[in-house]
Structures are given as C-alpha cells and as structure tokens.
C-alpha cells in the first residue's frame, strides 16, 4: 500500500501543471488545482471502496 | 520531430513562395530524424532493408533508385524540357522523403555486416538532425510570421519551460522546469538512476523522451534498463517509471502551450488565452508597397 502514497504528489504536479497552462493568477491556480485533486482522489476513493466491498461480501 | 514538422508544415503552407529553401531543409531533416529515431528503436527495420527483393537487390536500394525517379522526374520541366533543380524546391515532398529514402540506405548498408555500426549511423544521423532542425526552425522564426512561437515550441520541447521563458513568461518557465525536473529526479532516483528500458513499459519508454533534456541524460546514463532501488519497496519501482514518463508527457503540453504565446508578455499582463487583445480599433495604415 506504501506506493500508493505516490500517487499524490505526480497528480497533483500533473493538475497544477494543466492549470498553469491554461491561466496566470497563481491564487486561481492553486484552488482549482486542489479543487480538481479532490474530485479525483474522492472518484478514486470511492472506486476503491466499492471494488473493496465487491470483493468482500459478493 | 514529426510533430514539429507538422507545424511547420502548417505555419509555411501559404508562404512556399517566401521560404521554400528553408522549409525544406527544416522538413528534410526533421523527417530524417524522425525515421532515423524510430529505427533505432526497432533494430529489426535495418534487417528489413536488407532483405533480399529479388535476385539480390535489397528493399533499401530498390527504395532509393525509386526516390531518384521521382527527384528527377520532379526536378524535369516539360516545358523547357530541362532538369531544373529549383522546381524541386516548390514541391515539399521531395527532399525530406529522398534524404530519409538515402538515409535509411546509408544505415542498411552499414547494418548489413556489422548491425551495430549501422545503429551508431542512425544514432548520429538522429543526432545531427535534431541540432540542423533546431537550426533551421530559428531560420524560420525570422522568415514566417508566427515563427518565434515555433521556436518557442522546439525550445520548450528541449529544456522544460524555456519556451515560456523565451516568449517573457520567465516565473512560469522557471516553476515549470522546477516541477519537471524535481518529478523526473525523483522517478530517476526510484529506478536507480537508470533509463526505463523498453521492455519495462514501451509506452513508457517513449514517454520519458518528451523532452531534449531527458533525451541528453538517458544518453549520458547509456540508457541502462531500470532496476529497483536497494532499501525501497519492490512496489515503488514500477511508480518510479511513470514519474519519468510524466516528467515527458508534461513537457509535451508545456511545449505546446508555448505556441499560444503571442508576443513576450508586459510583467503583470493577463496571459493571451485568459485575455484576449480587443479587435483593433483604428484601419492598418494602407499601401505598404
């Protein structure tokens, strides 16, 4: 599971780096950076915990 | 490379009159490269080149004594009924394809006693193409208009951020070279400062070339194959490879993002795509020539 840790820091780089792209205010940036960061990892949490309770009680 | 001759081909397609000679080169050499990388990629295609056609003539020769036909046959004017050698800089086509056709027939030959004398070839020619484009793609940023974007792009695409810093987007240049190279260091240091090895992951492998830099050190680390790192979970290494594949496909989308600056930025100006410039107001003075 250590690995999975991993997973924060080059997604978040890949947002941050996506927005950067596409405006300038650093405050923007950041905020929509995060605000994307957190659907994704709620997505991939919420992927997780049904994949989890699939496998345990079906 | 291919992307890059794809955008010259765009930028120049309405101003041939202005810069056959430059686009040519650019073209010839930018496809050169291109075919030369791919081949060293697949070793097999010098062996394919070699195989035998018939009664002895290889695939490579037959090639080239076909792309001479079609230079000569383009270089004739049926008018004058003479050889004109600048018709053939009217006709795009030509050039890039017949130094790539004598390119790939050079390698194969070289290839066919000893294959990795024809691998050294490629490489070089691959080497040399890529620093003639960077040559020639400045020549075009003071020939066609929209060309200082170009050479932003092919900047960008060698060291992360410098096209942004280039076209006066200095604060972003540096956060983005900064961010890059902390993800490819660290997914270098992951793999034990080795290169991800083609039969790691493939498409990681092309991946991790994104930029001119990651280019230069895998070929200072010999491109060794990857191996897990002493004293780190076994787990980490396969992470490892997709940080230096992500430190590479980034770099594509900033190198491209480069394209979009219009002109170097006044410090404190909104970017061009956030704000864009109110249509001009005043007629363009008339009567230029």
Same mark, same amino acid.
């Given at each position: ?8 820091? !080059? %997604? ?33 949490? !919420?992927?997780?915990? !049904? ?8 | ?48 080149? @070699? ?18 036909? +079609? ?25 890039? #394809?017949?130094? #790539? ?17 024809? =691998? ?10 890529? =620093? +003639? ?30 096209? &942004?810093?280039? =076209?006066?987007?200095? &604060? ?13 260091? *660290?997914?270098?240091?992951?793999? @034990? ?27 200072? +680390? ?14 980490? *290494?396969?992470?490892?490879? +997709?940080?230096?594949? #992500?430190?590479?496909?980034? /770099?594509?989308? !900033?190198?491209? /993002? #480069? ?9 404190? %100006? ?20």
């Amino acid at each position: 599971m250590s690995y999975m840790l991993l997973y924060f820091p !080059i %997604t978040f780089i890949a947002l941050v780096v996506i927005e950067m792209t596409k405006r300038d205010d650093p405050k923007e940036i950041l905020r929509r950076s995060l605000k994307d960061f957190g659907v994704m990892t709620g997505a991939f949490l !919420i992927g997780g915990l !049904i994949i989890f309770l699939i496998n345990r009680y079906l | 490379m291919l992307l890059q001759t794809g955008i010259v081909v765009w930028l120049t397609s309405g101003e041939r009159a202005k810069v056959p000679l430059l686009g040519n080169i650019y073209l010839a050499v930018s496809l050169t490269g291109a075919v030369a990388f791919l081949s060293t990629l697949y070793p097999r295609l010098v062996d394919l080149l @070699n195989a035998p056609l018939r009664g002895g003539l290889s695939v490579g020769l037959f090639l080239a004594v076909v792309q001479g036909a +079609l230079v000569a046959a383009a270089a004739y004017n049926s008018k004058t009924k003479k050889f004109e050698a600048g018709l053939l800089l009217e006709k795009f086509w030509v050039l890039p #394809a017949a130094v #790539a056709v004598v390119v790939l027939w050079l390698a194969a030959r070289a290839g066919r006693e000893d294959v990795e004398a024809g =691998m050294r070839v490629m490489h070089g020619l691959a080497s040399a193409c890529v =620093m +003639l484009s960077i040559i020639a793609t400045v020549g075009l940023a003071f020939a066609v208009p929209g060309g200082r974007q170009v050479a932003a792009y092919v900047v960008g695409w060698m060291v992360p951020g410098a096209g &942004h810093f280039m =076209m006066g987007r200095r &604060h972003k240049g540096l956060i983005f070279f900064g961010l890059l190279a902390g993800v490819y260091v *660290f997914g270098l240091f992951l793999s @034990n400062f080795r290169m991800v090895g083609f039969e790691d992951n493939p498409f990681y492998y092309v991946g991790q070339f994104g930029s001119g830099l990651t280019l230069l050190v895998g070929g200072l +680390l010999e491109f060794e194959k990857a191996s897990p790192r002493a004293g780190l979970p076994l787990s980490w *290494f396969d992470v490892g490879l +997709l940080y230096v594949c #992500a430190a590479g496909l980034l /770099n594509y989308i !900033i190198a491209l /993002n #480069a394209l979009e600056i219009r002109a170097p930025a006044a410090r404190g %100006t909104p970017s061009v795509s956030a704000a864009p410039e109110p249509p001009a107001t005043t007629p363009p003075a008339g009567g230029s020539s």
